[in-house]
Protein backbone atom coordinates (compact mmCIF):
# COMPACT_ATOMS: atom_id res chain seq x y z
CA UNK A 1 0.00 0.00 0.00
CA UNK A 2 0.97 3.42 -1.15
CA UNK A 3 2.01 5.14 2.61
CA UNK A 4 4.11 8.60 2.93
CA UNK A 5 4.45 9.37 7.06
CA UNK A 6 5.96 12.71 8.12
CA UNK A 7 8.23 13.69 11.26
CA UNK A 8 7.91 15.34 13.60
CA UNK A 9 4.29 15.95 14.12
CA UNK A 10 5.86 19.21 15.57
CA UNK A 11 8.80 21.04 16.23
CA UNK A 12 9.38 23.95 18.10
CA UNK A 13 12.82 26.05 16.85
CA UNK A 14 14.55 29.11 17.82
CA UNK A 15 15.33 31.93 15.48
CA UNK A 16 18.18 30.43 14.04
CA UNK A 17 18.37 26.86 14.88
CA UNK A 18 18.67 24.68 11.49
CA UNK A 19 16.57 21.35 11.43
CA UNK A 20 15.56 18.88 9.44
CA UNK A 21 11.68 17.83 8.75
CA UNK A 22 11.31 13.83 7.43
CA UNK A 23 9.01 12.50 4.90
CA UNK A 24 9.22 8.46 4.76
CA UNK A 25 7.71 7.07 1.60
CA UNK A 26 6.28 3.53 0.27
CA UNK A 27 5.02 4.02 -3.18
CA UNK A 28 5.50 1.50 -6.25
CA UNK A 29 7.32 3.77 -8.53
CA UNK A 30 7.69 6.75 -7.81
CA UNK A 31 6.39 9.43 -10.16
CA UNK A 32 7.30 12.74 -8.11
CA UNK A 33 7.75 13.86 -4.47
CA UNK A 34 5.93 17.05 -3.36
CA UNK A 35 6.68 20.02 -0.75
CA UNK A 36 4.54 22.55 0.35
CA UNK A 37 3.96 25.16 3.01
CA UNK A 38 0.61 25.82 4.67
CA UNK A 39 -0.50 28.75 6.57
CA UNK A 40 -3.58 28.29 9.56
CA UNK A 41 -6.55 28.69 6.65
CA UNK A 42 -5.07 29.20 3.99
CA UNK A 43 -4.53 26.73 0.87
CA UNK A 44 -1.24 24.71 0.29
CA UNK A 45 1.83 26.36 -1.05
CA UNK A 46 3.91 24.78 -3.66
CA UNK A 47 7.49 24.86 -2.44
CA UNK A 48 9.76 21.79 -4.13
CA UNK A 49 8.86 18.84 -6.57
CA UNK A 50 11.36 16.56 -6.81
CA UNK A 51 11.47 13.36 -9.40
CA UNK A 52 15.01 10.88 -8.64
CA UNK A 53 16.92 10.06 -5.96
CA UNK A 54 20.03 12.54 -5.17
CA UNK A 55 17.97 15.19 -6.46
CA UNK A 56 18.14 18.41 -4.70
CA UNK A 57 16.17 21.91 -4.94
CA UNK A 58 16.59 25.01 -2.41
CA UNK A 59 14.51 27.99 -1.88
CA UNK A 60 15.70 31.23 0.06
CA UNK A 61 16.59 29.36 3.51
CA UNK A 62 14.90 25.87 2.44
CA UNK A 63 16.77 23.13 0.95
CA UNK A 64 14.91 19.75 -0.38
CA UNK A 65 16.35 16.29 -1.13
CA UNK A 66 15.47 12.99 -1.99
CA UNK A 67 16.49 9.32 -1.39
CA UNK A 68 14.73 5.80 -2.26
CA UNK A 69 13.22 5.57 0.85
CA UNK A 70 12.59 9.53 2.60
CA UNK A 71 12.78 13.06 1.71
CA UNK A 72 14.43 15.63 3.68
CA UNK A 73 13.63 19.23 3.65
CA UNK A 74 16.56 21.36 5.80
CA UNK A 75 15.75 24.72 7.46
CA UNK A 76 18.38 26.73 7.72
CA UNK A 77 18.23 29.55 10.26
CA UNK A 78 14.63 29.87 10.35
CA UNK A 79 12.87 33.24 10.86
CA UNK A 80 9.57 33.57 12.77
CA UNK A 81 7.51 33.67 9.17
CA UNK A 82 9.24 30.37 8.53
CA UNK A 83 6.44 29.15 11.41
CA UNK A 84 3.61 26.86 8.94
CA UNK A 85 2.33 23.41 8.46
CA UNK A 86 5.08 21.46 5.63
CA UNK A 87 3.05 19.13 3.93
CA UNK A 88 4.83 16.15 1.60
CA UNK A 89 3.06 14.33 -1.01
CA UNK A 90 4.11 11.41 -3.45
CA UNK A 91 2.44 10.47 -6.80
CA UNK A 92 2.59 6.46 -8.07
CA UNK A 93 3.64 6.14 -11.50
CA UNK A 94 0.83 4.33 -12.17
CA UNK A 95 -2.04 6.43 -10.83
CA UNK A 96 -3.09 10.36 -11.10
CA UNK A 97 -3.86 9.85 -7.21
CA UNK A 98 -1.47 11.99 -4.72
CA UNK A 99 -0.98 10.42 -1.53
CA UNK A 100 -0.22 13.36 1.34
CA UNK A 101 1.43 12.92 4.66
CA UNK A 102 -0.36 14.75 8.02
CA UNK A 103 2.63 17.33 7.96
CA UNK A 104 4.93 18.51 10.51
CA UNK A 105 3.93 22.12 12.03
CA UNK A 106 6.85 23.77 12.54
CA UNK A 107 7.07 26.98 15.04
CA UNK A 108 9.97 29.45 15.03
CA UNK A 109 10.35 31.10 18.17
CA UNK A 110 12.04 35.14 17.83
CA UNK B 1 1.98 32.75 -11.74
CA UNK B 2 -0.72 29.81 -11.78
CA UNK B 3 -3.68 31.10 -10.21
CA UNK B 4 -6.33 28.51 -8.82
CA UNK B 5 -9.83 30.51 -7.54
CA UNK B 6 -12.50 29.09 -5.20
CA UNK B 7 -15.54 30.69 -5.15
CA UNK B 8 -15.93 31.05 -1.51
CA UNK B 9 -13.52 31.07 1.60
CA UNK B 10 -16.48 30.66 3.73
CA UNK B 11 -19.51 28.88 3.57
CA UNK B 12 -22.42 27.95 6.25
CA UNK B 13 -25.41 25.87 4.75
CA UNK B 14 -28.26 24.24 6.62
CA UNK B 15 -28.28 20.41 6.82
CA UNK B 16 -30.20 18.93 3.52
CA UNK B 17 -29.24 21.69 1.54
CA UNK B 18 -27.73 21.30 -2.37
CA UNK B 19 -24.06 22.84 -2.10
CA UNK B 20 -22.02 23.92 -5.17
CA UNK B 21 -18.38 24.81 -4.81
CA UNK B 22 -16.46 26.09 -7.39
CA UNK B 23 -12.75 26.43 -8.90
CA UNK B 24 -11.59 28.24 -11.42
CA UNK B 25 -7.91 27.85 -13.10
CA UNK B 26 -5.97 30.20 -15.15
CA UNK B 27 -3.58 27.91 -16.32
CA UNK B 28 -4.53 25.03 -18.79
CA UNK B 29 -4.01 22.40 -16.90
CA UNK B 30 -5.68 18.97 -18.28
CA UNK B 31 -6.11 17.48 -14.57
CA UNK B 32 -8.37 18.97 -11.70
CA UNK B 33 -9.20 17.66 -8.09
CA UNK B 34 -11.18 18.18 -4.90
CA UNK B 35 -9.90 17.51 -1.67
CA UNK B 36 -10.86 17.84 2.29
CA UNK B 37 -8.78 18.65 4.92
CA UNK B 38 -9.54 17.57 8.58
CA UNK B 39 -7.42 17.83 11.67
CA UNK B 40 -5.42 14.91 12.13
CA UNK B 41 -6.51 12.56 9.14
CA UNK B 42 -4.74 15.06 6.49
CA UNK B 43 -5.79 15.90 2.63
CA UNK B 44 -8.12 13.27 1.47
CA UNK B 45 -8.60 12.87 -2.34
CA UNK B 46 -12.64 13.32 -3.09
CA UNK B 47 -12.88 13.35 -6.82
CA UNK B 48 -10.53 13.83 -9.97
CA UNK B 49 -10.59 14.88 -13.32
CA UNK B 50 -7.85 14.56 -16.06
CA UNK B 51 -9.78 16.15 -18.95
CA UNK B 52 -13.16 17.61 -19.85
CA UNK B 53 -16.76 15.66 -18.91
CA UNK B 54 -14.04 13.18 -17.57
CA UNK B 55 -14.19 12.30 -13.87
CA UNK B 56 -12.71 9.73 -11.52
CA UNK B 57 -13.69 8.73 -7.66
CA UNK B 58 -10.83 9.81 -5.35
CA UNK B 59 -10.62 7.55 -1.60
CA UNK B 60 -13.80 9.82 -0.14
CA UNK B 61 -16.57 9.95 -3.04
CA UNK B 62 -19.65 9.06 -1.03
CA UNK B 63 -21.99 12.35 -0.47
CA UNK B 64 -20.00 14.36 -3.63
CA UNK B 65 -20.57 14.38 -7.30
CA UNK B 66 -18.16 16.93 -9.66
CA UNK B 67 -18.78 18.77 -12.51
CA UNK B 68 -16.66 19.67 -15.50
CA UNK B 69 -17.93 21.25 -18.78
CA UNK B 70 -15.30 23.34 -19.27
CA UNK B 71 -11.12 22.70 -18.62
CA UNK B 72 -10.76 25.97 -16.85
CA UNK B 73 -13.67 25.19 -13.98
CA UNK B 74 -14.24 22.34 -11.86
CA UNK B 75 -17.15 22.10 -9.40
CA UNK B 76 -17.78 20.11 -6.45
CA UNK B 77 -21.64 19.23 -5.69
CA UNK B 78 -23.22 18.24 -2.44
CA UNK B 79 -26.15 16.76 -2.91
CA UNK B 80 -27.46 16.95 0.49
CA UNK B 81 -24.90 18.67 3.16
CA UNK B 82 -24.64 16.80 5.96
CA UNK B 83 -23.00 17.90 9.47
CA UNK B 84 -20.28 15.04 8.76
CA UNK B 85 -19.40 17.38 5.86
CA UNK B 86 -18.03 20.31 7.57
CA UNK B 87 -14.98 20.57 6.66
CA UNK B 88 -11.87 22.55 4.92
CA UNK B 89 -12.41 22.04 1.16
CA UNK B 90 -9.14 22.45 -1.44
CA UNK B 91 -8.94 22.29 -5.14
CA UNK B 92 -5.99 22.66 -7.02
CA UNK B 93 -4.67 21.83 -10.68
CA UNK B 94 -2.07 20.28 -12.38
CA UNK B 95 -0.57 19.72 -15.81
CA UNK B 96 0.13 16.53 -17.19
CA UNK B 97 4.25 17.75 -17.93
CA UNK B 98 5.32 18.33 -14.16
CA UNK B 99 2.47 16.69 -12.07
CA UNK B 100 3.09 19.50 -9.46
CA UNK B 101 -0.42 20.08 -7.99
CA UNK B 102 -1.36 24.40 -7.76
CA UNK B 103 -4.07 24.87 -4.94
CA UNK B 104 -6.16 26.97 -4.34
CA UNK B 105 -7.06 29.20 -1.01
CA UNK B 106 -9.73 26.62 0.18
CA UNK B 107 -13.42 26.69 1.35
CA UNK B 108 -14.46 26.26 4.87
CA UNK B 109 -17.60 24.89 4.88
CA UNK B 110 -19.67 24.90 8.18
CA UNK B 111 -22.93 22.65 7.51
CA UNK B 112 -25.26 22.91 10.76
Known amino acids: EDQVTQSPEALRLQEGESSSLNCSYTVSGLRGLFWYRQDPGKGPEFLFT???AGEEKEKERLKATLTKKESFLHITAPKPEDSATYLC???????????FGTGTRLKVLA | DVKVTQSSRYLVKRTGEKVFLECVQDMDHENMFWYRQDPGLGLRLIYF???????EKGDIPEGYSVSREKKERFSLILESASTNQTSMYLC???????????FGPGTRLTVL
Open chain 1, 89 to 99: AVQASRTYKYI
Open chain 2, 49 to 55: SYDVKMK
Open chain 2, 92 to 102: ASSSSDTDTQY
Open chain 1, 50 to 52: LYS
